[in-house]
C-alpha cells in the first residue's frame, strides 16, 4: 500500500518528493513520511538540511518538482491556487519572530485571524476569551505587544493560531528568541494543545528541547530522512520538562 492509500488517517504525507531550486541546489532528496493526526512532531536538522523547504511545501509557497505531497484533503501539486487560503486556515502558524501587529492589542490581534475569515463578532468574542484563558493570557488581553515578554508575546502567537481551530499547528523555532525557562512554559502549552487532539509539527534546532519532550523525531540531513524515532534522543538522561 502507498503512502497516499492511507491518506485518510494521516494529517501531513510527504512521498518520494524531490524539490531542486534554481542552480541545481537539491533541498529535499526523495523525501517520504506520514504524519498522522493528534502526533506531535518535531522535525530537526542543521541550517540548509531541508526543513524550510518541507514547511514551504506544507503551506503551498513552493510545490514538489517530482513526488507527492498531501496536507489534510490537499494534493499540493495539483491544487487550484484558489483553495490555497482554504489550506492555510487549515492550519495554524507559530513563528520565531512572533509576527504581531504592534498597533493592536492582544485580544485584537488573536480576534483579527477570526475577522479575515469572516467570524461573526458574538463568535469572535466568546472563541478569543477561551483561547487567550487556554494560553495564560486573559489578563493581558489589553496589552499591546510591547507591553509583553517575549514569552506573552509568542503565548499571543499561539492562540492566534489556535483560534479558528485549526486541524493541525506549525511551530517554526517557536522558542529560538526564547530563554530555557521560558521556552519550556511553551513546550508545555504546545503539549497542552497536543493532547486536547490537535496535530503539532514543530521545526527546531534545540536538541535539548527535543531530548526533553519524548516525541517523535524526523531528522533532515543534505535533504534526506536520516532518522525517524520515538521519544527524542538520550531522553532516559535527561528531566522532563
Not at 477561551?130 to 508575546?153: F, H, I, M, N, R
Request: charge should be neutral; aromatic fraction near 6%; proline fraction near 2%.
Amino acid at each position: 500500500m502507498s503512502v497516499l492509500e492511507t491518506a485518510s488517517q494521516s494529517m501531513v504525507i510527504f512521498e518520494n518528493v524531490i524539490k531542486v531550486y534554481e542552480g541545481g541546489v537539491k533541498a529535499l532528496d526523495n523525501v517520504s513520511f506520514r504524519i498522522d493526526k493528534g502526533e506531535f512532531v518535531f522535525i530537526i536538522g542543521p541550517s540548509g538540511a531541508g526543513k524550510s523547504t518541507i514547511t514551504k511545501l506544507m503551506m503551498h509557497e513552493e510545490t514538489p518538482d517530482s513526488g507527492a505531497v498531501r496536507v489534510g484533503e490537499f494534493d499540493i501539486a495539483t491544487m487550484h491556487r484558489r483553495h490555497v487560503p482554504t489550506l492555510r486556515r487549515s492550519m495554524g502558524m507559530v513563528f520565531q519572530d512572533f509576527r504581531l501587529l504592534s498597533d493592536k492589542t492582544v485580544y485584537e490581534n488573536v480576534a483579527f485571524a477570526m475577522e479575515i475569515v469572516g467570524a461573526s463578532k458574538k463568535h469572535i468574542r466568546r472563541r478569543v476569551s477561551a483561547v487567550l484563558s487556554q494560553t495564560g493570557l486573559s489578563d493581558k488581553w489589553k496589552c499591546y505587544p510591547d507591553q509583553l515578554s517575549g514569552g506573552e508575546q509568542q503565548r499571543v502567537g499561539i492562540a492566534r493560531a489556535l483560534v479558528n481551530n485549526p486541524k493541525f499547528i506549525v511551530a517554526d523555532e517557536p522558542t529560538g528568541n526564547l530563554d530555557a525557562e521560558t521556552a519550556g512554559g511553551i513546550m508545555r502549552l504546545l503539549d497542552e494543545i497536543n493532547k486536547c487532539g490537535t496535530t503539532v509539527i514543530m521545526v527546531t534546532h534545540s536538541q535539548q528541547i527535543v531530548d526533553k519532550m519524548h516525541k517523535r523525531v524526523i531528522t533532515i540531513e543534505k535533504g534526506i530522512v536520516s532518522k525517524d524515532e520515538q521519544g527524542g534522543y538520550n531522553y532516559d538522561a535527561v528531566e522532563s520538562i
